[in-house]
C-alpha cells in the first residue's frame, strides 16, 4: 500500500499517516516483542527501501529524531548474543532501518 | 434467483458428472448459474452483506471461516464477470474500512487467543530448540564419559526418553503453525481483496485508510 502512494502528491498525507504509524508508534512497541519483531523489521526495511526521498520529506523532523533515537538505543542495548546461535532481533532489526534511514 | 436451487427430477443415483449438472437445474454449467446469480443482483447482496455484518469481536475460528467463505465466493464471481469491479468500487469506502476493521478484529482476536494460550507460537518454538539442544548437550557429554559399547546402548537410551516428548511438542506445535496459517491466509485474502478490487484501480482510494478510527492499534496488533 505504502509503494501505491510512492511518488504521488495526492497521496503524500496518507503516506505520511501510514510512515508516521509504522515508525513512531509501531517501532517502540517492536522493542519488546523480541520473539516476533523480525517479520516487522524485514518488511519495514522492504517498504522502506521501495520509497522514493520525495515520501520521506515530511516527516523529516521524525526521521531525524528516529535515527538518534534508534542510534542511541542501539548503543545503550545490553549484548544479548552470548554466543553465535543467539540473535537479537530488536538490534538487528534497529540496525537495518537505521541503514535503510541513513 | 428463483430456479437457482431447482433440481432436477428423475434418477440421481448415476455418475458424480450427472449428480454435478443435476445439482445445477436448468442451467448449462457452473458458469452459466454463477451468471445468473450476478444477474439476479447475488453478487450485490454479497458485498452488502460483508459490508453490513454486525462483527464487533471475533471470538472463534467459526466467525473467521464465515468471512473467509464470503470473500471466497465474492472472488469466485468476481472471476465471472469484470464488470463487477465497479460495483465494489461504488462501495469502495464501506468495503474498505470493513476490511480494515476485519483485520483490526482478527489481529486482537490472535492475541486473545495466545492470551488463552498463556504463550505465543514464537515461545513454544523458542523453547522447543532450547529443550532440542540441551538434550544434544547432554547426550554428547553422556557419551565422552561412556565406552564404545556403553555409547550405543546410551545412545538407544535416550532416543526412546525424548520421542515422547519431542512428538507431544511436535503435534501441538504444528496445530499451532496450521492455525496461524489459516489466520494469515485469512489476513492474506483480505489485503488482496482491497489491493486488486479498490485500490488497484483508484488509487485516491487509499486515502480511505485514513479515516480509519483506530489505525495505530490496527497496524500494531497485525504487525506484531
Known amino acids: ?102 | 434467483m428463483e430456479g437457482l436451487n431447482t433440481r432436477k427430477q428423475g434418477d440421481r443415483a448415476g455418475k458424480g458428472q450427472d449428480q454435478a449438472n443435476s445439482a445445477l437445474g436448468d442451467f448449462e454449467d457452473l458458469t452459466a448459474w454463477k451468471r445468473r446469480f450476478i444477474e439476479l443482483g447475488g453478487v450485490g447482496h454479497l458485498l452488502d452483506t460483508l459490508v453490513g455484518l454486525q462483527i464487533e469481536a471475533i471470538d472463534s475460528r467459526l466467525t473467521l471461516r464465515c468471512i473467509e467463505s464470503l470473500l471466497a465466493a465474492l472472488l469466485d464471481f468476481m472471476r465471472v464477470d469484470q464488470a463487477l469491479y465497479g460495483e465494489i468500487l461504488q462501495k469502495k469506502e464501506p468495503v474498505v474500512l470493513t476490511c480494515m476493521r476485519y483485520l483490526h478484529l482478527i489481529g486482537l482476536y490472535g492475541l486473545q487467543v495466545e492470551r488463552a494460550r498463556g504463550e505465543a507460537v514464537e515461545g513454544i518454538q523458542a523453547k522447543r530448540t532450547a529443550k532440542r539442544l540441551a538434550k544434544q548437550k547432554m547426550r554428547q557429554l553422556q557419551m565422552a564419559s561412556l565406552g564404545n559399547q556403553g555409547r550405543r546402548r546410551g545412545a538407544a537410551e535416550n532416543d526412546k526418553d525424548s520421542d515422547g516428548d519431542e512428538d507431544e511438542s511436535a503435534e501441538q506445535l504444528n496445530q499451532l503453525v496450521q492455525e496461524f496459517g489459516e489466520v494469515c491466509s485469512i489476513v492474506a485474502q483480505l489485503f488482496s481483496f482491497m489491493d486488486r478490487f479498490v485500490f488497484e484501480q483508484d488509487k485516491g482510494a487509499l486515502r480511505i485508510l485514513e479515516q480509519y478510527p483506530n489505525l495505530q492499534e490496527m497496524v500494531t496488533v497485525l504487525v506484531l
Not at chain 1, 44 to 49: G, H
Not at chain 1, 66 to 89: M, N, S, Y
Open chain 1, 1 to 102: 500500500m505504502l509503494a501505491r502512494c510512492s511518488g504521488e502528491p495526492a497521496l503524500q498525507p496518507t503516506m505520511t499517516a501510514l510512515l508516521q504509524v509504522l515508525l513512531t508508534k509501531v517501532l517502540p512497541e517492536a522493542h519488546n516483542q523480541e520473539r516476533r519483531c523480525a517479520e516487522y523489521f524485514e518488511q519495514l526495511q522492504l517498504a522502506l527501501e521501495e520509497l522514493k526521498a520525495s515520501d520521506l520529506a515530511p516527516l523529516e523532523q521524525d526521521l531525524w529524531q528516529l535515527v538518534q533515537g534508534l542510534a542511541a538505543d542501539i548503543e545503550a542495548r545490553e549484548t544479548r548474543e552470548v554466543d553465535t546461535k543467539v540473535e537479537d532481533r530488536v538490534l538487528v532489526g534497529m540496525m537495518t532501518v537505521l541503514r535503510v534511514l541513513l
